[in-house]
């Protein structure tokens, strides 16, 4: 594990979050998202359930929220969103700070996996699917410039694993010289050109 990891803060990122959060519409709630089979009220419920799961996974407080597989089903988006994601976005963020989250072993999405590997797939997950908001909802979108760092190079690792196929698309090609962010959104398997209209 890299120093970058291990000191790694998700504060900056799960406020990105919070705030593209706070710029959707319920007339956004319904269209698309770069996700096919999500609409943004189903990337919003993915995002408080993966928010709660990676809080428990760093706790070590493992049940039915850590167990519980990310396609299972489409999300559901409860009523009370607008303050629960924001909450448990900072709760996240809180537990993270903890080196001990990073260590050991832990579960997420019904998958044991070491502390660090969780700490890494939470950050993809909030910046690639920060991302996918904006896009949606026509927000401009700047991630924290450490955990981009950190899911590019997450995902760059993964390119060669046989197994990246259960979670990710294959990997969009992006121009070398394309800002980091782009590159980050082609390796994960979205078109860094998508569009509501695409």
Do not use: N
């Amino acid at each position: 594990m890299t120093d970058t990891t291990t000191t790694l803060d998700l504060g900056p990122q799960t406020a990105v979050l919070a705030r593209l959060a706070e710029g959707v519409t319920d007339e956004h709630l319904a269209g698309p998202t770069p996700c096919p089979q999500y609409a943004v009220r189903h990337l919003l419920g993915h995002l408080v359930g993966l928010t709660v799961a990676f809080r428990d996974a760093g706790r070590k407080d493992l049940g039915v929220t850590t167990d519980t597989s990310p396609g299972s089903a489409l999300p559901h988006l409860g009523p009370g969103w607008r303050e629960e994601l924001p909450k448990v976005l900072a709760e996240l963020a809180e537990v993270w700070r903890d080196p001990a989250a990073w260590t050991g072993m832990t579960r997420a999405g019904g998958v044991d996996l070491p502390g660090e590997i969780a700490g890494l797939v939470a950050t993809d997950e909030l910046v690639i699917h920060g991302w996918d908001l904006a896009r949606a909802t026509g927000q401009a979108y700047t991630p924290d410039p450490a955990a981009l760092r950190v899911c590019h190079d997450f995902l760059a690792a993964s390119v060669d694993d046989p197994s990246r196929g259960e979670i990710f698309g294959p990997v969009v090609p992006v121009p070398p010289g394309a800002p980091l962010l782009d590159r980050a959104v082609g390796l994960s398997g979205r078109d860094p050109g998508w569009t509501p209209s695409s």
